[in-house]
């Protein structure tokens, strides 16, 4: 799994030079990386694999977020040997501009000329390609940033209380970040299966 940001790019945000805790750093991007995957419910990197889908009807399936395909089959009659291949002809990748706004392709569907149909069978449609996202999105590396170095910080916060204000009452930390909320919103995806 890759980090959606870098140890310099935290680095400048810190205005550190030195490399006292550059392993500390290194390893809250990581963990601020996989926080981000889970409040999105997506990974942004990239991986090449075959997966597999049970489609929710005979027209199109939702699939995981995909950049390119190189094969798509059907298992017609469950014995899992996936021997109908289908042309580039018989299906297309939605949503149809997902290319042109750098974004993952999230569904397959049969094309109008197409001559097939998806099984409704348990993992009745397998596709090999790279999965993932096309790049890393600006506001992801934002909030990943934000993230690490807010769990940087926590050591100068024990329990969530970073001082106090003119009043002599205590400030404290609030548990999420509006503004890392507000940069994930759009890339959240609601949970599909994956068998």
């Known amino acids: 799994m890759a980090d959606y940001a870098t140890l ?8 550190r030079t030195d490399d006292r805790d550059d392993a500390t750093i290194t390893a809250l991007i990581t963990a601020a990386s996989r926080m981000v995957e889970e409040l999105t419910n997506r990974r942004f990197d ?17 699939i995981d977020d995909l950049v390119s395909a190189t094969q798509v089959a059907t298992d017609i009659d469950g014995n899992r040997t996936y ?33 097939r149909s998806f099984p409704v069978l348990r993992r009745g449609v ?30 100068d916060a024990p329990f969530g209380v970073v001082g106090s ?17 507000a940069m994930l919103m759009p890339y959240r995806r609601m949970t599909i299966g994956v068998i």
Request: glycine share 6%.
């Open 8 to 15: 310099s790019q935290v680095k400048a945000r810190l205005s």
């Open 46 to 62: 990239q991986t090449t694999e075959t997966r597999y889908f049970t489609p929710t009807g005979t027209w199109w399936t939702e």
């Open 83 to 115: 021997t109908e291949v289908w042309v580039a002809a018989d299906y297309e990748f939605e949503p149809v501009n997902a290319p042109g706004r750098s974004f993952p392709y999230t569904q397959i569907a049969i094309a109008p000329q197409g001559t």
């Open 126 to 155: 397998r596709i090999a390609g790279t999965w993932g996202w096309p790049a890393v999105p600006q506001p992801v590396t934002e909030a990943t940033i934000l993230i690490a170095i807010r769990l940087f910080k926590r050591t």
């Open 165 to 181: 204000n003119e009043l002599g009452g205590s400030v404290t930390i609030p548990s999420r970040d509006p503004d890392v909320q």
